[in-house]
């Protein structure tokens, strides 16, 4: 008899396309207004690169074996473009956003997850971590994005590289990805520590933890 991972959350989240015509007041949740800049908010410098042949992607915890992707072993993978709306936490939304990158069902793929392995810490540029579930991650609109609007990401919102989970705060689209830590069990990452919301759904205004 297979017993039921007790870590495992069944997650309800509100999912909009970007349908032609679609009233845009359906695709904004409650609390957010629109905006058509793209407004940076970051912890800490910005990180900038001037050759990305030292770059790589640390991939270790419960997963079969630990591994270093280098940025030409991405460039080689599958890559995907969709167009999602984008939500902050401190409430700007921003619809009709396009990007480019590797979906995560994809990549996932090549890693050999544990089958405990529930949760992922996302490790960034200067010592940058949230957390992520697995089953949020596993869905056809998350990927490991690097163009945005048919061009590389600017160095503010995340070059060479940035998560993307578009049905979350925009916190969790974590910029500057360095390391994928597989993880038994759920842990708060930088932002989380200090007060935020451990899920951050923007449709059930999961803003703080308190």
């Known amino acids: 008899m297979r017993l039921e991972n007790p870590f495992k959350k069944v997650e309800r989240l509100k999912r909009v396309k970007n349908v032609p015509g679609e009233n845009p007041d359906d695709r904004v949740p409650p609390g957010q207004f629109l905006t058509d800049r793209f407004p940076v908010l970051t912890y800490g410098s910005t990180p900038h690169y001037q050759d990305l042949t030292s770059w790589d992607l640390h991939v270790f915890g419960l997963v079969a074996e630990e591994k270093r992707f280098s940025w030409q072993d991405l460039m080689e993978m599958a890559t995907n473009e969709q167009t999602v709306d984008i939500h902050c936490v401190t409430r700007w939304s921003k619809l009709d956003t396009t990007w480019t990158g590797i979906p995560w069902q994809q990549f996932i793929e090549q890693l050999g997850v544990h089958p405990d392995a529930t949760h ?9 971590t949230t957390n992520v579930s697995l089953d949020v991650l596993d869905d056809d609109d998350t990927m490991l994005a690097y163009l945005y609007e048919g061009k590389p990401i600017e160095p503010d919102h995340g070059y060479p590289m940035r998560l993307l989970v578009p049905k979350k705060y925009f916190w969790k689209s974590a910029k500057w990805i360095r390391g ?20 951050g759904d923007p449709w059930l205004e999961e803003r703080f933890g308190w």
């Open 180 to 199: 994928f830590e597989f993880m038994r069990g759920d842990t708060p990452g930088f932002w989380e520590r200090h007060g935020y919301h451990m899920e």
């Open 120 to 128: 992922v810490m996302v490790h960034c540029e200067q010592g940058y």
